[in-house]
């Protein structure tokens, strides 16, 4: 099987292109950028062969993928800025790379009769209530254009691939680009004190865990819908930040506070991003590890590349 891999220049792609390098899985990296760009760690991620690649050109990624003679693709590359997604000039290219995109791929492999595995995001749902959402869900009604174009982007496949795979992640953390426990620990380092909303509550997914089952996943035919993140209680962003400075050592206080008080996101976040995960277990995959231990793991792997 040789497989295709998108958006290799970001936090996912970028473990995803390791863990098929470790198993001695033929992968083939791609982004916008005409050379790979990425944390320079030394990983495989690094070496292995990598295409620029304009996804929006149907044309060009048809042929690309014909003549690498493609069997398999994970989609990981989309349009993440959530709050500039709002922006009126943005609209049409988020809904074409997000949106679009994937309907597009997802007819080059039915062409091919190959099988496409797709990432999607908690924000497709409305976010209300305290239930934990289903991964073959109806009920969506996102709130926000991020949300909105993410779900178009799952529709798009359903109608077009039956060999498909659609994951929803949430809260994502990884070596290679800008997150959230980056941002609180610039953030710990040079403040006294920080606010952090206490009434969005979800999981967060570590991509070098989740890039482990995604591998999992597309070596098999047990497609469908499905919900990964970490292990463990659901938490509040609050929560996870105290968390992050207790692992870490910072002493800086951390106050709750809610979505309302804390106030300067252009695009609405759901409060309730919680997934059900029972369906992995289901169908054999091993879930992914209890977000403490990962968020463990990820400092020890940031101070060893910050050490470099």
């Known amino acids: ?73 994970i989609h990981c590359a989309a349009w993440t800025a959530v709050d500039a997604a709002e922006d009126i000039e943005n609209r049409a290219i988020v809904e074409k790379i997000n949106g679009e995109v994937p309907g597009l791929l997802a007819k080059i492999m039915k062409e091919r009769d190959g099988k496409m595995l797709y990432l999607s995001t908690d924000y497709v749902f409305s976010g209300e209530g305290t239930e934990p959402w289903k991964p073959d869900e109806k009920d969506f009604n996102p ?110 206080k951390v106050l709750p506070v809610s979505t309302e008080e804390y106030g300067l996101s252009k695009a609405r976040r759901p409060k309730n991003s919680r997934l059900d995960k029972t369906k992995l277990k289901e169908q054999g995959f091993t879930p992914l590890p209890d977000w403490k231990d990962a968020l463990s793991r990820y400092l020890k792997a940031l101070a060893t590349e910050e050490g470099c």
């Open 143 to 252: 709130i926000n254009v991020y949300g909105k174009t993410k779900l178009m982007g799952e529709e798009r496949i359903r109608e077009v691939l039956e060999k498909y795979f659609i994951i929803r992640i949430a809260w994502v953390f990884g070596l290679n680009g800008k997150n959230f426990i980056k941002t609180m620990l610039n953030v710990g380092k040079s403040h006294e004190e920080v606010r952090v909303v206490n009434d969005q509550i979800g999981n967060p997914t570590y991509t070098l865990d989740l890039a482990e089952l995604l591998v999992d996943m597309i070596c098999t035919e047990k497609y469908g819908n499905y919900h990964a993140t970490n292990e463990g209680e659901y938490i509040s962003w609050y929560d996870f930040t105290k968390e992050i400075y207790r692992q870490a050592g910072l002493s800086t």
């Open 1 to 73: 099987m040789k497989i295709f891999v998108t958006g290799v220049n970001g936090q996912l792609g970028h473990d995803v292109m390791n863990t098929l390098y470790r198993r001695g899985i033929s992968a083939i990296g791609s982004d916008i950028k005409e050379n790979y760009c990425g944390v320079e760690d030394g990983s495989p991620a690094c070496t292995m062969p990598y295409i620029g690649l304009d996804l929006c050109d149907e044309e060009k990624t048809r042929k690309v993928i014909s003549e690498l003679e493609i069997d398999a693709m």
